[in-house]
């Protein structure tokens, strides 16, 4: 099956404390997108690379860092919200396009064995998403008082990549701007209201997403210690 991927890098980065968007945060020498990019290149499952993000910035800060960009066959503008920029990503893909693989440039981390493990769930059940059992008590409190313990039985964290079929994800897009339905934090949730099963694919506790500039530090510990060969 045909495989293309969307690289969402439209995050304004703000609580990282930086004046560029946080696809452009320095990470290991390289803008931080720069590192989910290599990896799809080099996943063999991957045919083509959507990015979505401040365009020209991107393409070159990409020029600059002497990275491939290969398989990109588009850059485009993000949107107002994630779902917005993965509609227009969506509305950018090459024709022939069986499966679509939605990443968070922000998990910089992601190895080419997720990416493979993922794809082939979606290949198999139309639908598989990257996610961790939850090992941690979860606690609801109000005012800094627990009200509830959480049975963490069940439970998973999401993480992307999240593969669909084309046809179930252009609707789910569809159908949620058509309903004017709020603004889902994920793919998994839009295509889960059309009824389709998503399957969960065990993902990798170093593929988590640097939101704060402790994260960034992690992923900048992580990336220098690992042999260059084995960093995507």
């Known amino acids: 099956m045909n495989v293309c991927a969307i690289l969402l890098c439209a995050g304004s980065g703000e609580r990282l404390g930086m004046d560029v968007p946080k696809a452009l945060a320095p990470l290991a020498g390289r803008p931080l997108f720069s590192h989910a990019l290599e990896a799809l290149g080099r996943c063999e ?3 083509s690379i959507v990015v979505v993000g401040p365009a020209r ?4 800060a990409l020029a600059a860092s002497g990275i491939a960009g290969g398989k990109v066959v588009a850059w485009v503008e993000g949107g107002r919200e994630r779902q917005h920029s993965v509609a227009r990503g969506l509305a950018a893909l ?13 998990r910089a981390l992601v190895s080419r064995e997720i990416l ?8 198999a059940h139309g639908a598989a998403i990257a996610a961790l059992a939850l090992d941690d008590t979860l606690k609801r409190g109000t005012l800094g008082v627990i009200t509830a313990t959480v049975p963490r039985a069940s439970l998973w964290r999401a993480q992307t990549p999240q593969v669909f079929r084309r046809d179930w994800l252009v609707e789910a897009h569809r159908v949620a ?3 004017r339905s709020p603004v889902a934090s994920d793919d ?4 889960e209201a059309l009824g389709h099963a998503v399957r969960l694919t065990p993902g990798e506790a170093i593929n988590f997403k640097i939101t704060t500039r ?3 530090a992690l992923a900048e510990a992580v990336l ?4 260059h060969n084995e960093r995507v």
């Open 45 to 47: 499952a991957i045919a």
């Open 57 to 60: 910035p991107l393409r070159e």
């Open 94 to 106: 090459p024709e022939g396009c069986d499966l679509v693989a939605v990443h968070d440039s922000a």
């Open 116 to 123: 493979a493990r993922v794809v082939a769930d979606a290949v």
């Open 177 to 179: 701007a058509e309903a």
């Open 188 to 191: 998994a949730a839009l295509v």
């Open 214 to 216: 402790e994260d960034l």
């Open 224 to 227: 220098c210690g690992r042999p």
